[in-house]
T-cell receptor, first 111, second 114 residues
């Protein structure tokens, strides 16, 4: 699986859009970008994933650059409940393969 | 609610003891994964089972073992416990190949070794 690089921490004001970057410059053509988050000591939660097209769901948007070497997770209207560690993971999309977590970005939403 | 159930939620025991953590995957999911998260540490993959068979092994100590039963629930056995084994242990499950590749995590079992 390709290695990812994320900033260790970020702050965002409540109600504003939170933009979390991820660098995955060694990504292979068949690898997807996944985002998970872990809210204080809870089990990690799936947010979104994508291959090369931008994706949006009820939680977030995922913007992947054309060369696929980086991506940005966007939480459009951050709330205090979005305070969590966000993990960007790159892997081949298979139904039954482990996830390898890095150190992630600790996002703090400020009132 | 992810649909993955882990018991017990909290467990306090002494060094040298043995404990068993239990995981019930989502209905129909064949794969079960175990992760360890020590205080202020990242999520470390321990082991994966698929339909009763070991599928992948990560940084699992020899003192630890796991199995998946015919009803697909899984148990993680931790023996000769040391202070450093204190951690959150997460179980996750996933479905058949061809789905989104998403793993569904339980709420974890917090183990404290005194």
């Amino acid at each position: 699986d390709a290695k990812t690089t994320q900033p260790p921490s970020m702050d965002c004001a409540e109600g504003r859009a939170a933009n979390l970057p991820c660098n995955h410059s060694t990504i292979s053509g068949n690898e997807y970008v996944y985002w998970y988050r872990q809210i204080h000591s809870q089990g990690p939660q799936y947010i979104i994933h994508g291959l090369k097209n931008n994706e949006t769901n009820e939680m977030a948007s995922l913007i992947i650059t054309e060369d696929r070497k980086s991506s940005t997770l966007i939480l459009p209207h951050a709330t205090l409940r979005d305070t969590a560690v966000y993990y960007c993971i790159v892997r081949v999309r298979l139904g039954n393969e482990k996830l390898t977590f890095g150190t992630g970005t600790r996002l703090t939403i400020i009132p | 609610d992810s649909g993955v159930t882990q018991t017990p939620k909290h467990l306090i025991t002494a060094t040298g003891q043995r404990v068993t953590l239990r995981c019930s995957p989502r209905s129909g999911d064949l794969s079960v994964y175990w992760y360890q998260q020590s205080l202020d540490q990242g999520l470390q993959f321990l082991i994966q089972y698929y339909n009763g068979e070991e599928r992948a092994k990560g940084n699992i100590l020899e003192r630890f073992s796991a199995q998946q039963f015919p009803d697909l629930h899984s148990e993680l056995n931790l023996s000769s416990l040391e202070l450093g084994d204190s951690a959150l242990y997460f179980c996750a499950s996933s479905g058949l190949a061809g789905n989104t590749g998403e793993l569904f995590f339980g709420e974890g079992s917090r183990l404290t070794v005194l």
